[in-house]
C-alpha cells in the first residue's frame, strides 16, 4: 500500500501533463457564439472614415443580402494578417464593411493602400460605441450579417485562409 502511495504524484502528474498536452493539441475555435446570434444588428449610424467610402449604418442591412462586418484598426498587427483573407473573400463576391476603432483617415488610408482594401463602406468608430454594443472584445474581429439584418456568425481574431471557405460556404447560406 506504502509503495502505491508514493507513485501517486507521479501517476497524477502524468496526467496533468497528459490533460494540457490535449488542451494545445486541439485547435481552438475562432467562432464564438455571441448573445447576439440569430437576434437583429443592433440599430447604429457611423460617419464615413474616408470620403472616398460611405460609413456604416444599420440600415445598410437586411436587404436580402448577407454581409461581412469587420471590426479593424490600422494599429492592430493581427489585422494586417488577416488582409489576404479578406482580400480573398472579397474577390469571392463577399460584400465586406469595416469599422475603424479608435483610427484616424490618414491611419486608415495608409493601412488601406498597403494591405488592400476588400471594404464598401468603412464606418469612424472613435469611442469603439459600436463595438462595445456589437459584443466585439477586440479587434480584429468580423460578423457576418444574414440577409434579414441578423447576426449569424461572430469570428473572433483574425481571419486565417483556411476559414475562408467555410465562410464562404456561411454567407451562402445566409441569403
Not at 51 to 61: D, E, I, M, N, S
Not at 95 to 105: K, L, R, S, V, Y
Not at 118 to 147: C, H, K, M, W, Y
Not at 156 to 168: K, R
Request: aromatic content about 8%; hydrophobic content about 45%.
Amino acid at each position: 500500500m506504502r509503495r502505491a502511495l508514493l507513485w501517486l504524484p507521479l501517476v497524477l502528474f502524468a496526467g496533468l501533463f497528459a490533460l494540457v498536452g490535449f488542451g494545445l493539441l486541439r485547435p481552438a475555435s475562432r467562432t464564438v457564439h455571441s448573445a447576439l446570434t440569430d437576434k437583429p444588428l443592433p440599430d447604429f449610424a457611423l460617419p464615413a472614415m474616408l470620403p472616398t467610402k460611405p460609413g456604416v449604418a444599420r440600415t445598410a442591412y437586411g436587404g436580402g443580402q448577407p454581409r461581412l462586418i469587420n471590426v479593424f484598426g490600422s494599429w492592430c498587427v493581427p489585422c494586417r494578417a488577416e488582409a489576404p483573407a479578406l482580400a480573398k473573400l472579397a474577390a469571392a463576391g463577399v460584400p465586406i464593411d469595416g469599422i475603424a476603432i479608435n483610427d484616424t483617415p490618414d491611419g486608415v488610408r495608409d493601412f488601406l493602400a498597403r494591405y488592400g482594401d476588400p471594404f464598401q463602406r468603412i464606418g469612424n468608430d472613435a469611442g469603439g460605441r459600436v463595438q462595445v454594443t456589437l459584443g466585439s472584445a477586440g479587434v480584429p474581429e468580423t460578423f457576418l450579417v444574414d440577409g434579414k439584418g441578423r447576426i449569424v456568425r461572430q469570428y473572433v481574431s483574425n481571419l486565417q485562409d483556411d476559414q475562408v471557405a467555410d465562410i464562404l460556404r456561411a454567407w451562402k447560406a445566409a441569403k
